[in-house]
């Protein structure tokens, strides 16, 4: 990619375009230290569905729009350096742009169809950005995974959302939380719940559908750190901490949110160990990372909010970072395999020591913000009596991360030099800048705290129950917390070390990956065609016969079934036959035409002959109606009769259909008996019930009034009922233009034959 | 079709054109004695049919007001216009209005109806004649 002719069509510098969500972002912080949160905003769009963009913002949402802005800045200026070779940079700058309007609306947004929108609006940008290089095999699959998972979740939020703003009588986030306890008892709401979780965890990733996260690697770098770290994938935890204080008191909650987040994080963070691809190892703790989050909410007490938001900033400003160091050595070796990275720190100082500063966060060492993360959450989880079995699950996944955080500081900069690497330079200011700035801030937070705490604060306060609540970031006490950051540290350490024989070691467990999740779903959508083309053999086989007679065969089913279970019993004959009698002349005509016709049909054998009978049959029934009182019914039956079979004899002769017809005639036979007989009997049971003539008077009495027509067929079909008759030539327009090129393209082939 | 039988050939362009003023003449009437745009379209297609038949599709088309498929357009939109006007009044869609217009020795009464119904007629007259003359074409294209 990076050679001459590549870069001779190298798209334009977009670096300019970092400008937009940094104005944004200095907007915030502006906003956010004159006015108090939360701000509101409401915008009329479909009143009729009480559909409004209403905007909300409190502490929560300024978080999420604090890290969307300015981990935006970062990555936008990142990817201008990342992707300047790149001819295809205009469209990634899009998708990114795209995305951040998504993100920020929904985060802002109270309104639950709105958040819904722009949820999906996220989901199909990942898509986009997942199969960027879209030659890929590999990408494409992915991005088809992932489209899968996240929007089959989305359609499960659908109906979570849909049915929560039922139970809640109302469409705002803020209504629903207000209404709280109250909404407890509906029968409805473990259902609502139910499909939310899949919503969201198939968002963030949770277990048994986090596999997607770590195969959407194959987006370029920038879009992994931002969608896939840093923000997107937390839009399932922030709707879930969002909606935490209206349902943390149930068990269910409870239960289901620290069940999955603990399984979450603690199977991903094995699986980490597995992966030889640095990118990959980061999106491994990057799920595991994210069912803590979800543990976190699910812990009940008031520092778990705290802990929450604290471990929510801290991941995203020490993920973000890894992930442009992962980009900058794949950008400047070409791999991103630990086997083959070594003692980079000579020739990439500066991405070196972003690494390390970001790392020192992500292990929670003492001087960074990961360490104020989370001593909050060990405090979280003390308060906590479900954490006994969670915690030590938790206690691996941090040892993990600890390890992961010296994989890529210290495995892939430290050590004896590579020498393959001897060529590799320092990738340019614009991928060493955004690590580099966010990873120091990151620490900044930890020196003065000032400028994070009121954030922190205020988006704790929104995401807990009592709104006396003043969280604090207080040192944690000497004590017991300690003693399990040591202790963590220490296996930590030891799993470093041990890196490469645990990797062996689990590396022999390849079943994992047959009875994996993954395995489970690529099986599953290689077996939908096959399921698709099985009963389509089945069903649809082309033989019009055949189809007749099944759909003859299911509609006598199941109207007899409808008959003996609703009523069984002979129908009485209809007792007022009174106007039919006058006619027992002409309908006993036409009756006999019509059994004429019919009796004459099953034993023909010429196909033409057939036609007529059954042209007979047609034209004993317009002779019916004619005489029933129904003239334009009789009038098109007809038409239709005739031009029917004009069309067909003509139709016969010119295609060369044999002439001589050879069904199974006895077995057709039958089934045409019964469904008649069927047909027959359901008739009897129709007139047997008590006509409602209301309709019938009202169109006669108002045909001429107030439509001034005396026929009052016509006038229901054109006035009255005109809608009706609208969509029936619509539909009769397109089946016509949907048949015609079929027909078109068959006789072609016929005339060369 | 190479042979065709002498009466039909000399007859079937009379016979054509006269079914086509009956379809008019059922279309018109359909208001107040049996008859309407459905039935009517119906008779133009069996007219179509014939020439087709006879004659062989070119020609059958050529006699057609519009080819088969801009005529289902046209009656589908001209129906479809019908019902706007009601909007502009306030009422629903397809509300019907109508106009007395005075010739002097009659009084014409002129209806939004009458415009949907020739809607109905064109669109099941071009419809079904899709429908037909690629069923009977034997060379060349229908449209």
């Known amino acids: 990619m990076r050679d001459e002719h590549a870069a001779e069509h190298a798209g334009k510098d977009w670096l300019w375009l970092a400008v937009l969500p940094l104005i944004l972002f200095g907007y915030l912080l502006w906003e956010i230290s004159r006015t108090p949160l939360p701000w509101q905003f409401q915008l009329e769009w479909v009143p009729s569905l009480e559909l409004g963009i209403d905007l909300y913002v409190d502490g929560l949402s300024a978080q999420f729009l604090l890290l969307i802005t300015g981990i935006g800045t970062m990555v936008l200026v990142y990817a201008s350096g990342y992707m300047a070779h790149d001819r295809q940079a205009g469209r990634f700058y899009k998708l990114l742009l795209l995305f951040m309007v998504a993100m920020i609306g929904a985060v802002s947004a109270d309104h639950m169809l709105v958040l819904f929108l722009c949820w999906e609006l996220t989901s199909l940008v990942s898509f986009f950005l997942v199969g960027f290089k879209y030659t890929d095999e590999q990408a494409r699959a992915s991005a088809r995974t992932a489209l899968f998972i996240t929007m089959g979740g989305g359609l499960a939020l659908l109906g979570g959302l849909i049915l929560l703003s039922q139970i809640a009588g109302t469409w705002s986030l803020q209504g629903v939380i207000a209404a709280g306890a109250g909404l407890h008892d509906d029968p409805r709401l473990p259902a609502a719940l139910t499909l939310l979780f899949i919503g969201c965890f198939t968002k963030s990733a949770q277990f048994p559908f986090h596999f997607w996260l770590p195969n959407a690697m194959t987006a370029p770098t920038p879009a992994s750190a931002y969608l896939h770290s840093a923000t997107m994938v937390k839009l399932g935890v922030y709707l879930l901490a969002r909606l935490d204080p209206a349902f943390n008191e149930l068990l269910f909650w409870e239960i289901t949110l620290i069940a999955v987040g603990t399984i979450t994080a603690t199977w991903a963070a094995v699986l980490a160990l597995r992966e030889r691809d640095l990118k990959r190892i980061l999106a491994r703790s990057t799920v595991s990372a994210l069912g803590t989050l979800v543990l976190l909410i699910g812990l009940p007490g008031e520092s778990s909010s705290l802990a929450v938001v604290a471990f929510l900033y801290a991941h995203a400003l020490y993920k973000a970072p890894l992930f442009f160091v992962a980009g900058s050595i794949d950008h400047a070796t070409g791999t991103r395999s630990i086997d083959h990275l070594r003692g980079l720190r000579r020739q990439m100082p500066f991405t070196a020591a972003a690494a390390m500063i970001a790392s020192l966060s992500m292990a929670g060492l003492p001087l960074s913000f990961g360490y104020v993360a989370k001593s909050v959450a060990s405090v979280a989880k003390a308060e906590s009596e479900l954490m006994a079995l969670a915690g030590y699950g938790l206690l691996l996944v941090n040892a993990i991360a600890v390890a992961v955080a010296a994989v890529a500081a210290i495995r892939v900069f430290w050590g004896p030099a590579n020498q393959a690497f001897d060529q590799v330079r320092e990738v340019s200011w614009r991928m060493v800048l955004p690590p580099l700035l966010i990873a120091i801030i990151a620490l900044e937070f930890e020196f003065i705290p000032t400028f994070a705490d009121p954030v922190l604060v205020d988006a704790a306060r929104a995401i807990s129950t009592s709104n006396s609540f003043t969280p604090s970031f207080a040192e944690p006490q000497a004590g017991t917390m300690i003693t399990v950051a040591e202790i963590t540290l220490l296996i930590g350490v030891l799993l470093f070390v041990f890196w490469e024989r645990l990797h062996r070691f689990l590396e022999r467990f390849s079943i994992l990956e047959r009875f994996s999740c993954a395995g489970f779903f690529d099986r599953l959508l290689k077996g939908l065609p096959r399921l698709a083309a099985w009963h389509t053999r089945l069903l649809q086989h082309g033989r019009l016969d055949s189809y007749m007679r099944v759909t003859l065969l299911a509609m006598l089913g199941i109207a007899s079934g409808a008959w003996l279970v609703i009523e069984p019993g002979w129908p009485g004959m209809p007792g007022d036959l009174g106007g039919w009698r006058d006619q027992a002349w002409s309908l006993g005509a036409a009756a006999v035409l019509i059994m004429a016709g019919a009796l004459a049909a099953p034993f023909m054998h010429n196909r033409m002959a057939l036609l007529m009978s059954i042209g007979l049959v047609g034209y004993g029934s317009a002779v019916l109606f004619l005489f029933a009182g129904a003239p334009d019914v009789a009038f098109t039956q007809f038409m239709v009769e005739t031009v029917l079979v004009v069309v067909a004899v003509t139709v016969l002769t010119r295609y060369g259909v044999p002439i001589r017809y050879t069904e199974p005639r006895v077995r057709n036979a039958l089934i045409a008996v019964a469904a008649g007989a069927g047909t027959f009997i359901l008739l009897l049971q129709m007139f047997s019930l008590p006509a409602d003539l209301g309709m019938p008077l009202w169109f006669a009495e108002k045909s001429l009034p107030e439509a001034y027509g005396q026929n009052v067929v016509n006038v229901i079909l054109v006035d009255f009922r005109a809608l009706d008759t609208f969509g029936e030539i619509v539909v009769v327009a397109f089946s016509a233009i949907a048949a015609w090129p079929l027909l078109r393209r068959k006789r072609k082939h016929g005339s060369n034959g | ?143």
Not at chain 2, 74 to 98: D, E, K, N, Y
């Open chain 2, 1 to 143: 079709m190479t042979e065709r039988p002498l009466l039909l050939e000399y007859t079937a362009r009379m016979v054509y054109w006269l079914m086509i003023a009956v379809s008019l003449w059922i279309l018109l009437r359909g208001h107040n004695a049996p008859g309407g745009g459905f039935i009517a379209g119906l008779v133009a297609v069996a007219a179509t049919s014939l020439m087709a038949i006879v004659y062989g599709c070119d020609r059958a088309q050529r006699a057609m007001p519009l080819a088969p498929l801009p005529l289902t357009g046209f009656g589908i939109l001209l129906a479809l216009a019908s019902g706007v006007p009601a909007l502009f009044s306030g009422q629903p869609f397809l509300t019907h209005a109508w106009w007395n217009i005075d010739l002097g020795f009659t009084t014409y009464k002129l209806s939004t109806v009458l415009a949907f119904d020739v809607g109905v007629y064109a669109a099941v007259w071009g419809a079904f004649s899709l429908y037909l003359l690629a069923l009977l074409n034997d060379e060349g294209d229908t449209a």
